[in-house]
C-alpha cells in the first residue's frame, strides 16, 4: 500500500484521534503570527483537529498570507482551521461551534491570543454559511466546511455557502470520503485540488459559474 503523499511529495500522516495525534488534548498553529502556540481542545468524542501536515498543504494552496479576507470555520470544533486564518492575518474569521463547551474553549483559546480578528459563536453552522459576514458585503472570502463525518452535512453546507461566497472566493471542504469532480460540478462547484492523507479527503473548490460563466 503507498504511502499517501502531499503535493510537495512529504509523506503525510494519516488522521488518528486527538489523543494519539496531539498526546496532550492541545492543537499546535503551523503558521502565521501564533505559529508554534498550543492551544487546550476540549474533549469531545469524535473530535479530531485537521492534521498539521494536511493544514500545511491547505494553506500553501490558499496562500500563506490571508490579509484582508474574512473567513468562517462553520464546524469549528478545535477551530484549527479558523486559528489558522487568524494567524495569517485574515480581516475577519468567525468560529462557528454548537457544543457549549467546545464553543466555551474556543472563546478562551482567543482571549488568550488577544485575537482582534476572531469571533466565536456558538450556533448552527449551515446557518452561519447561509450569512453574509457584516464586515465584508461581498461575502466570505474562504469557508471552512468540516463537519462531523456522520453527519452527512456535506451536500447542506456546499449548498448554504453558494449565495455568500464572495465571487472569487474557495471553499475547504473536509471529508472521510473523496468528491469527484463531476460529483462536484453537478452541484455547481469545480475542484481545484485534492488530496488523500489516510481517512482525510481535503477539496479545494470555488464556483464554477463565478470562473467560467458556466
Not at 498526546?23 to 503558521?31: A, D, E, L, M, S
Not at 469524535?46 to 500553501?60: A, K, Q, Y
Not at 498570507?65 to 470544533?77: E, K, N, R
Not at 482551521?81 to 462557528?96: M, Y
Amino acid at each position: 500500500m503507498s504511502t499517501p503523499r502531499d503535493l510537495s511529495g512529504a509523506a503525510v500522516r494519516p488522521r488518528t484521534s486527538l489523543a494519539v495525534q496531539q498526546g496532550t488534548g492541545k492543537v499546535r498553529i503551523i503558521g502565521g503570527q501564533w505559529r508554534r502556540s498550543l492551544l487546550p481542545v476540549a474533549t469531545k468524542p469524535g473530535l479530531r483537529p485537521t492534521p498539521d501536515r494536511v493544514r500545511e498543504t491547505l494553506f500553501n494552496w490558499l496562500g500563506q498570507d490571508l490579509t484582508g479576507l474574512s473567513c468562517i470555520d462553520a464546524f469549528a470544533g478545535s477551530g484549527a482551521l479558523g486559528f489558522e486564518a487568524a494567524s495569517r492575518h485574515a480581516a475577519h474569521v468567525l468560529l462557528v461551534e454548537q457544543d457549549a463547551k467546545v464553543a466555551a474553549q474556543l472563546q478562551a483559546n482567543a482571549q488568550r491570543l488577544r485575537a482582534q480578528n476572531l469571533l466565536v459563536q456558538r450556533g448552527d453552522g449551515l446557518r452561519a454559511l447561509a450569512q453574509r459576514p457584516a464586515a465584508a458585503a461581498g461575502g466570505w472570502d474562504v469557508a471552512f466546511i468540516d463537519p462531523p463525518y456522520a453527519s452527512a452535512l456535506e451536500t447542506q453546507a456546499l449548498a448554504a455557502i453558494r449565495t455568500t461566497l464572495a465571487p472569487h472566493g474557495q471553499v475547504y471542504l473536509e471529508s472521510s470520503r473523496e468528491w469527484t469532480a463531476p460529483q462536484l460540478a453537478s452541484l455547481g462547484w469545480r475542484r481545484l485540488r485534492y488530496l488523500r492523507a489516510g481517512s482525510v479527503h481535503a477539496h479545494l473548490l470555488d464556483l464554477r459559474d463565478s470562473v467560467t460563466g458556466t
